[in-house]
């Protein structure tokens, strides 16, 4: 009986033992993970930390060689400015001035220029303006967008000055960005769809140029669903107070005619050369989803969000008749 009764404290201080031993090891591995969560958060900070020395290192860098590659240009800045349109022969005549960082006494400075993709390349020799500034009118074809170079020519050797890539786009200027959305927005209720389009004219100075009618065409799956002329729709509540949108706004806001801008150094795809007249105008149409569902029920019927599936076209009638899509 004795031997049984040690025998059982024994077992017991054993399972005491071992479910100590347990609780320990169980502590110490949820120590353990702690400390690895948080060996982990602070690698992961550090990782973050050095990512964001390494991008401003990086930044750093390329503006230093972009400060160096200036420091090294032989041009300083560069302008381009329309001067005269001729409509007829297609061609403008294009005043290109540039400012050297320093120009030699004894050399001549010549514009070379060629067609984008060509390299069919022609010079015009520029006239002084100045200490280190020099000028150049050249009779360019719409048809094109241009490349240029500034060549420096003495008796002893003619080399092609250091410069950024200097191009013009008369082409885009003219047949694409004559009139163009430069922002819209469209909004729907239970009732309306309604739209704006925010619009450029570049007028070229002419103003045969100046938009005379804008039309609005909705299309839905292939099909031309609404057609509205917008020209007089230029009061954004007005024309949201019609229902259907069918009609004209009564009153109007003045274009806004802005000086045009002379593109510089950086001349970008976007950027323009001086224009003439940019005008700015806001136009407003409001329609009625009711009228769409009546219209055409297959595509509206249980159509929740028509914006979803409309897309607009915005066509522009210039005074002179010229008709162009402005995307």
């Known amino acids: 009986m004795q031997d049984n009764n040690r025998k059982d404290r024994k ?3 054993y399972q005491a033992v071992l479910l100590g031993l347990i609780l320990v090891l169980a502590f110490q591995i949820y120590k353990s993970r702690r400390k690895i969560g948080s060996m982990e958060q602070c690698l992961a900070t550090l990782n973050s930390q050095l990512y964001s020395m390494e991008n401003e290192l990086r930044n750093s860098i390329y503006q230093l060689g972009d400060r ?5 240009d032989d041009v300083v800045s560069y302008q381009f400015q329309y001067e005269k349109l001729d409509p007829e022969k297609e061609e403008v005549t294009l005043c290109f001035t540039f400012d050297l960082r320093q120009a030699a006494a004894a050399a001549s400075y010549y514009v070379s220029y060629s067609p984008v993709d060509e390299e069919n390349y022609k010079e015009v020799e520029a006239s002084p303006s100045g200490s280190t500034g020099f000028t ?28 950024d890539t200097i191009n013009n786009y008369l082409y885009e200027d003219y047949y694409v960005r004559r009139a163009f959305v430069d922002s819209s927005s ?17 007028t070229f100075g002419q103003a045969e ?33 019609k229902t259907s949108g069918d009609g004209s706004s009564s009153y109007a806001v003045p274009e806004t005619v802005v000086p045009s801008m002379e593109s510089g150094r950086d ?25 769409l569902k009546e219209n055409f029920p297959e595509i509206f019927e249980n159509q929740e969000k028509f914006t979803n599936i409309l897309q607009y076209e915005i066509v522009v009638t210039l005074k002179n008749g010229d008709s162009i899509k402005a995307y």
Do not use: P, W
């Open 11 to 13: 077992f017991k201080i």
């Open 68 to 72: 160096f590659d200036d420091a090294m």
């Open 136 to 163: 150049c009118d050249l009779t360019l074809s719409m048809d094109y967008n241009y490349n240029f170079k500034i060549i420096e020519k003495t008796d002893e050797e003619i080399r092609q000055l250091r410069h």
């Open 186 to 202: 469209a909004s729907e209720n239970s009732e309306r769809i309604s739209y704006s389009f925010h619009m450029e004219n570049n």
């Open 209 to 241: 140029y100046e938009i005379e009618k804008v039309d609005l065409i909705l299309s839905a799956m292939d099909t031309v669903v609404y057609q509205e002329d917008i020209t007089k729709n230029k009061e954004q509540y007005t024309v949201y107070a």
């Open 267 to 291: 001349l970008e795809y976007g950027d323009k050369a001086d224009l003439g007249d940019i005008r700015r105008e806001s136009f407003y149409a409001t329609v009625s989803k009711e009228q």
